[in-house]
Each structure stands twice: as C-alpha cells, then as structure tokens.
C-alpha cells in the first residue's frame, strides 16, 4: 500500500510569489494534518482536516496560507504571497479513523519550501 | 497547553554504546507520547508510542521509552547503538482531550540529531 506522498519534494520561489503543495493521504484515512518545521524549530501543527471539513486550523500562520481538501482526498496548501519566513519543510500526515482516542498519524516526505 | 522539551539538539554516541535521548513533557491531561526518527529525505516514522498502557514501552529497531509520571519524562533509551541509528528523533505529546473525529494533533520538541560513531 502506498504511504503518503508529497508533491513537490523541493521548492524554491522568490518572495511575492505563490507556490502550492500537495498532499495525497493513505487511501482510506479521513483525517490529514499539514505541520511546518522552520528551520532549526520544532515541527508545528498547522491545519487538520476530517474528510473535506477543517476540523481545526489553529495553527495557520496567517491568511496567506490556504489550505483545502475537495472530495476529502487529496490537499492543497497554497501560500500567496510566500514571504521569507515561509521557508521551511512542510509534512502531511493521514490517519485513520478508528473510533478510539488514538489513531497512528503517517507521515510524508516533506516538501522543503525556499523562498529568496 | 502541552509541550515537548529535547535536551540537546545533537548527540554523539559510539557504536554498541547505550543511546540516551531526553524528553519532557507538559500537559494538562493524561499526557499520550511518541517518539518518531527521521532518516535523511524520508518522512517520520513512528518509533514507539505511550497511551496509557505499560509505561515501559517497546518499539521497533531495539528502542524502549519509560513514561515517569512523577518527573514528567519520557526518555528514549537503546541499550546498544548502531550506525543504522544515526537520525533525527523527535518525541511528541498528542492533544487527545480535544478529540473529535478522531483527530489528535501533536506538539513536537524540536528534535535530537543522533550521531554514532565507529
């Protein structure tokens, strides 16, 4: 079975402009996360989707970041306009729901993001 | 609010040594942990996780974490390094007690960059 993939692996715009990422979870798995880790930092919580719904975006920077997930597969996380700070690796993750307070969340590659 | 303290950013261990990697945790719930590495242009993977179970946890490639309630920890200890092991680990603390749909977020440290040396 296929783990979840991120696309691109590597990413680099200058500032002002606009770069999405995708995310295409485990099949089956209704939860998916986006986390960021900024160099050097702890990987941070970002936005977590159930099915097509934003169950909590708590952590979305700011609203240059917008992220969806039509049809409850695969997501998009669009950052316009990329600034500086935007720099770092971006992970998804998918998890299953089981019905119990612990679901094992998978992890993708990252998509490393530069922005000059 | 929970979070995730790693002692040390980068460790240095030699090969067929013990492997030590700290972490402490805060949280206002019955805390569940996770320890995850990551190898050079991969994704993280699970290592092992504590959910309230055994507090001696066992996990994958030799790895076992104690969760101490009483000093707030949950090291990651491997009795014997391999060069195999050389990666970056992160341990994580889920937010379960905001669990709907079955989500739980995670709140990672900032990760412990593991070296073994021959």
């Known amino acids: 079975e296929a783990g979840v993939t991120q696309f691109p692996s590597h990413s680099v715009i200058e500032k002002g402009q606009t770069v999405t990422l995708r995310c295409d979870p485990i099949?089956?798995?209704?939860?998916l996360y986006w986390y960021r880790r900024v160099m050097g930092k702890e990987i941070k919580f970002l936005l977590h989707?159930?099915?097509?719904?934003?169950?909590?975006e708590s952590g979305m920077p700011n609203n240059r970041f917008l992220a969806e997930r039509t049809g409850g597969t695969y997501s998009t996380l669009k950052v316009q306009p990329a600034e500086l700070e935007d720099s770092g690796v971006y992970f998804c993750?998918?998890?299953?729901?089981?019905?119990?307070?612990?679901?094992?969340?998978?992890f993708g590659p990252g998509t490393r993001l530069t922005v000059l | 609010a929970q979070s995730v303290t790693q002692l040390g950013s980068h460790v240095s261990v030699s090969e067929g040594a013990l492997v030590l990697l700290r972490c402490n945790y805060s949280?206002?719930?019955?805390?569940?942990l996770f320890w995850y590495v990551q190898y050079p242009n991969q994704g993280l993977q699970l290592l092992l996780k504590?959910?309230?179970?055994a507090t001696l946890v066992k996990g994958i490639n030799g790895f076992e974490a104690e969760f101490k309630k009483s000093e707030t920890s949950f090291h990651l200890t491997k009795p014997s390094a391999h060069m195999s092991d050389a990666a970056e680990y992160f341990c994580?603390?889920?937010?379960?007690?905001?669990w709907g749909g079955g989500g739980n977020k995670l709140t990672f440290g900032t990760g412990t960059q593991l070296k073994v040396e021959l």
């Open positions: 504590y959910t309230s179970a």
């Open positions: 949280s206002s719930v019955p805390p569940y």
């Open positions: 994580a603390v889920s937010d379960h007690s905001a």
């Open positions: 993750a998918s998890s299953q729901d089981t019905g119990t307070l612990y679901n094992e969340q998978f």
């Open positions: 989707f159930v099915k097509e719904s934003k169950q909590d």
């Open positions: 099949s089956g798995h209704d939860n």
